[in-house]
Nanobody, 125 residues
Framework: QVQLVESGGGSVQPGGSLRLSCAAS????????IGWFRQAPGREREAVSC????????YYADSVKGRFTISRDGAKNTLYLQMNSLKPEDTAVYYC??????????????????WGQGTQVTVSS
């Protein structure tokens, strides 16, 4: 049974940092498309950062490039998102998602079959 469990969200001031974790079970991270998505109130869910390309290189949304870093630990089967220099516009519910289709899923949230429960990130002074 595939399960994704996020942790690490919270409230932080602008300029602060948070590290999200996604513990995966029921599959091996290295062979699936996996990534972080977010959804702010009134907005569509969007890809933040994913491992979903043919060459294995990570994708970053333009809005987070240079501030966020995605990584994975194969031994722990866990995905991470290090978020630095957080801005109020980063406020959203962050979700971990995975799909066995690999690069076919890309960055389209509609093509990801499995989702975690989400973790709230609030950036506010």
């Amino acid at each position: 049974q595939v399960q994704l469990v996020e942790s690490g969200g919270g409230s932080v001031q602008p300029g602060g940092s948070l590290r999200l974790s996604c513990a995966a079970s029921g599959f091996t991270l290295d062979y699936w498309a996996i990534g972080w998505f977010r959804q702010a109130p009134g907005r569509e869910r969007e890809a933040v950062s994913c491992f979903s390309s043919r060459d294995g290189s990570p994708y970053y949304a333009d809005s987070v490039k240079g501030r966020f870093t995605i990584s994975r630990d194969g031994a722990k089967n866990t995905l991470y998102l290090q978020m630095n220099s957080l801005k109020p516009e980063d406020t959203a519910v962050y979700y971990c998602a995975a799909d066995p289709g690999g690069f076919l899923a890309g960055t389209n949230p509609n093509l990801y079959a499995y989702w975690g429960q989400g973790t709230q990130v609030t950036v506010s002074s």
